[in-house]
């Protein structure tokens, strides 16, 4: 329990230097959301394992979950979202 309370609280902290910084988070289009949305809930089932869930009912949730998640990764990386950094003169 306190590795997954370890866990989330990294993340939440990477997640506030990254939205603090303000890193390309204009440049997030509609599909890179829900990209980030796909990545959280499936790190939240994998939490869910962690604490209770059978890992038959975890592995039959992420393989019927497995098309959509595939599908918002292909959509988020294609979108139109630029990483190219702009250099200011």
Do not use: P, R, Y
């Given at each position: 329990m306190v590795f997954t309370g370890a866990i989330v609280a990294?993340?939440?902290?990477?997640?506030?230097?990254?939205?603090?910084q303000k890193t390309n988070i204009k440049r997030l289009?509609?599909?890179?959301?829900?990209?980030?949305?796909q990545v959280l809930l499936?790190?939240?089932?994998?939490?869910?394992?962690?604490?209770?869930?059978?890992?038959?009912?975890?592995?039959?949730l992420l393989f019927w979950l497995s098309p959509v998640h595939f599908f918002l990764f292909k959509k988020g990386f294609e979108?139109?979202?630029?990483?190219?950094?702009?250099t200011s003169k």
């Open positions: 990294v993340f939440i902290w990477h997640m506030s230097q990254q939205f603090g289009d509609f599909w890179g959301t829900l990209m980030l949305a499936v790190m939240g089932i994998i939490i869910c394992f962690w604490i209770k869930v059978k890992l038959t009912d975890t592995i039959w979108g139109s979202a630029q990483c190219n950094l702009e």
